[in-house]
């Protein structure tokens, strides 16, 4: 036993260990890298310069921050064996509210902290308690919370879109950069980084993956499973409840059709990502590569647009979704030989 | 494991009662699973919770763990009275489960697992080296040599077991209640975790043992409570322990001919299989089944039993080789064509390769009989009360839902749908694994018609001692190529225990 186990700490020291550690730690990450890079590579080849400068990721960043923000939240939802469908209903809700507050006189700010609070509360009282309390299923839950807050959104406004042009700081927000970096990718990655830290370095984000990857063992081991759950819709419907803030920002009005179907996009986004849908696998820097992955190929598309019909962009995007999930599925099959 | 160093607290007093459960009652519904049971455990204690399935245990076991809670009764730990009904209460004051399922997030690293306990609160932060260093004393102490931060699924089976046990440790708990612990491991592997209880159990840790393996309770128990139906009926004391006692007190009566084959003449081989090289295996195995014939395929788990029975039936293609049933040679990677040929399989995994969960009885035994373009439902209740009949299946009825019925009937009804189709071969993969004492005697029972009939069997299952009882003849596997062959004369435990850890036929002579 005891010679075993030193010769085991020994071989671990060496350089082959270290090589199956960066295995380990790329390994999920593998398909999404490759075909990210065949992108890069396949529109520097097409555009050349038009392509390969800073404006790219620039962009790419702007066009695709509150996107980023959305599969964020998203991806709590996923690594808690569930999903939140309701996404862009929260986030139209939040974004006519937030113009609805403006044109009454409350300061932009206190607006902001408004809706964040509200769909926090929101996510954990309906969404989370529905799904982890009371048991019932997510699909469901969210669909209905989907197809009633943008019911919602559209009743209190008729179906209009007001614009909010003459509201600076909150234009600022939405539009404003430095140096070509806007403020929206700053605020995104800004999640990023918190959601990552939780994810790894805090009780919590190891407790989400435990919930996730086996909600009886959590539970007997002393975890508290349903408030876990309940927080994860929580953050996840606060993110989008921000993300409407901020598109309204972005497009300098509150409009109660906004961004329809970009659930489904961020969906894609997280599990090109590798997170899946049995809940505990997944990381949020898959998500970021996920959110990349998708943006990339819009913004390709549009500077191509002379070339390739713009459009083709989703024809990529569920190609390549299937595709790595594919690859993901091969890997851990041969992983588990 | 808290003790000074260099004394050694091995032998405590054995008599001042710790633990106590006192008039527990549970009702599910209209089914009352204890009914004013007392249980108690004292230090350095290993106590056997004995009863067939559906008799209360693993109840009682999650009631004492705080993952299910009483409707009366109390629970007191050295007097104090305590109110459990959530497991963090039960683990704080040092009782911790090794639940029947397994409990592993797959995806996390080993250390996280074993430390799901004592995870940080939620806001506070996660040090991964922290948690490794941590993990690795537990992994030492129950002999897993593994990297602490790799995946959970990096592990070998026996050592997911074991890890698990190391997760009950990590709270440092002073009753550990296992509950089907050995269920999923191997005979080394059993060995290996006995010993680690018995030195667990010298510095003065308590367990509640739950297993259907009869001689394990024996060997290992400090005393037997017996429970039937959600009543406690008796408790056997480390001298009056022995298999017979148990099982008799467990079913209510005397149980004769536990395992019985029946004499039956053997016919022309029905089951070839020739040259058939089984996927991951090293080489190519060849055997017969005769007609009225029972064979079984021993070995360790791992060993590749399972595979050469599912590559037979069709669930996994095989890499060269026939298999032929009564002269006419199998199609291969196709369970329908190999039914057709009159080859049926009782899977492994009842829940997951079995029944359809959701369905009734008489859905899951016609299973598999349907036309694309007509389901008949005359045709599929005949066969359900057929089967219902015929296998003696407790039941409300045959459209009962298939959750209702104990795990013995929900096996029986697999293997009337496996009758249904009046097989000439059948295989079984454990068909007694998770079910009480009674309904194997029945599966037994039925084993012996089915050869009297003239099937042939081909049988793979853990408990040696169903080996010894029913086969005509034992192949042995190790490490997925046959090492030697049996008749049932020559056959004895340690001999198949020797084959199926490596040994060679030389060396035993």
């Given amino acids: 036993m005891q010679p075993e186990a030193e010769a085991q700490q020994t071989a671990s020291a060496g350089s082959g260990y270290l090589v199956n550690r960066a295995q380990e730690a790329i390994g999920p990450y593998i398909g999404i890298l490759l075909m990210l890079g065949a992108l890069i590579i396949l529109f520097g080849v097409l555009q050349g310069e038009d392509f390969i400068n800073w404006d790219s990721p620039k962009s790419i960043l702007a066009n695709n921050a509150i996107l980023l923000i959305l599969s964020v939240g998203l991806t709590f939802t996923l690594l808690v064996a569930g999903f939140d469908l309701s996404i862009a209903g929260v986030l139209a809700v939040s974004g006519i509210l937030v113009g609805k507050m403006l044109t009454s006189g409350v300061p932009t700010y206190l607006a902001m902290v408004i809706v964040l609070v509200g769909g926090v509360i929101f996510g954990c009282l309906v969404t989370g308690f529905a799904i982890a309390k009371l048991d019932l299923n997510f699909f469901v839950v969210t669909l209905g919370v989907l197809l009633a807050a943008r019911g919602v959104a559209l009743a209190l406004t008729n179906g209009e879109s007001k614009s909010l042009f003459e509201y600076k700081s909150l234009n600022t927000l939405g539009t404003g950069a430095v140096d070509g970096w806007s403020y929206l990718g700053f605020i995104a990655i800004g999640i990023f980084i918190a959601a990552v830290l939780v994810m790894r370095y805090t009780g919590f984000g190891r407790m989400i993956y435990a919930v996730g990857g086996n909600t009886e063992a959590a539970r007997l081991a002393g975890i508290n499973v349903v408030w876990v759950r309940i927080a994860a819709y929580g953050i996840c419907a606060g993110l989008a409840a921000f993300a409407g803030f901020l598109q309204d920002g972005y497009q300098t009005s509150a409009n109660p059709d906004t961004l329809k179907g970009i659930e489904l996009t961020a969906a894609a986004a997280v599990l090109v990502g590798g997170t899946s849908f049995v809940g505990g696998v997944g990381t949020m820097l898959g998500t970021f590569l996920g959110v990349a992955f998708i943006g990339t190929i819009k913004y390709g598309l549009i500077l191509a647009s002379s070339q390739i019909n713009q459009y083709w962009a989703d024809v990529i995007t569920g190609g390549v979704l299937v595709i790595s999930v594919g690859i993901d599925r091969y890997r851990r099959l041969r992983k588990s030989r | ?509």
């Avoid at chain 2, 080489?283 to 079984?296: H, L, Q, W, Y």
């Fill in chain 2, 1 to 509: 494991m808290r003790r000074p160093p260099g004394r050694r607290t091995a032998f405590r007093a054995l008599t001042e009662t710790m633990l106590e459960a006192k008039q527990i009652s549970k009702t599910f519904g209209v089914t009352r699973a204890l009914v004013d049971v007392d249980f108690s455990v004292g230090a350095g204690e290993i106590v056997a919770l004995a009863g067939e399935n559906g008799s209360g245990k693993s109840t009682l076991a999650k009631i004492v763990a705080g993952a299910l809670a009483p409707d009366s009764g109390t629970i007191t730990i050295d007097g104090d009275e305590q109110r459990f009904g959530r497991p963090r209460d039960a683990l704080d004051r040092g009782i911790a489960l090794v639940a029947q399922e397994p409990t592993a997030c797959p995806d996390m690293s080993i250390a996280e697992n074993i430390l799901l306990t004592r995870l940080p609160r939620p806001l506070s932060p996660f040090n991964r080296l922290r948690y490794n260093a941590l993990a690795r004393p537990i992994l030492e102490t129950v002999e897993v040599v593994a990297d602490p931060g790799a995946p959970f699924s990096s592990l070998k089976a026996g050592d997911r077991e074991l890890v698990e046990i190391g997760k009950a440790l990590a709270s440092e708990p002073r009753y550990v209640i296992l509950d089907e612990a050995t269920s999923r491991l191997g005979e080394a592997d059993v060995a290996r975790l006995f010993r680690l209880l018995r030195r667990l159990r010298e510095q003065g840790m308590s367990f509640i043992l739950i297993t259907h393996r009869l001689p394990e309770m024996v060997e290992l128990a400090d005393r037997a409570v017996i429970l039937r139906d959600g009543r406690r009926v008796g408790e056997l004391q480390r001298e009056q322990l022995n298999e017979e006692a148990i099982a008799s007190m467990m079913v209510g009566r005397e149980l004769t001919d536990y395992y019985h084959k029946r004499t039956v003449p053997i016919g022309k081989p029905m089951l070839e299989v020739r040259d058939l090289l089984v996927e991951g295996a090293p080489e190519p195995i060849s055997f017969d089944v005769r007609a009225g014939e029972i064979v079984a395929l021993a070995g360790l788990v791992g060993a590749g039993r399972t595979e050469v029975l599912e590559t037979i039936a069709g669930g996994r293609r095989p890499h060269g080789g026939t298999v032929s049933v009564d002269g006419h040679t199998l199609p291969a990677g196709t369970p329908r064509g190999v039914i057709g040929c009159g080859v049926t399989l009782v899977p492994e995994e009842r829940h997951r390769q079995g029944l359809n969960l959701v369905s009734n009885v008489r859905e899951n035994v016609a299973m598999g009989m349907w036309s694309l373009i007509r389901a008949n439902k005359r045709r599929e209740q005949q066969a359900a009360y057929q089967s219902v009949d015929q296998m003696r299946i407790r039941t409300a009825g045959i459209e009962a839902p298939i959750r209702s019925l104990s795990g013995g009937n929900q096996q029986k009804v697999v293997i009337g749908r496996c009758l249904a189709r009046d097989p000439k071969v059948l295989l079984l993969d454990e068909p007694t694994r998770g079910i009480d004492v009674g309904a194997k005697a029945e599966v037994f029972n039925l084993i012996g018609e089915l050869v009297e009939q003239g099937r042939a069997i081909l049988l793979v299952t853990s408990d040696l001692l169903e080996v010894l009882g029913l086969a005509d003849r034992i192949l042995v596997l190790h490490e997925r190529r046959i090492v030697g062959e049996l008749s049932r004369e020559k056959a004895s435990e340690e001999r198949i225990a020797f084959l199926s850890g490596g040994g060679t036929h030389q060396d035993a002579a």
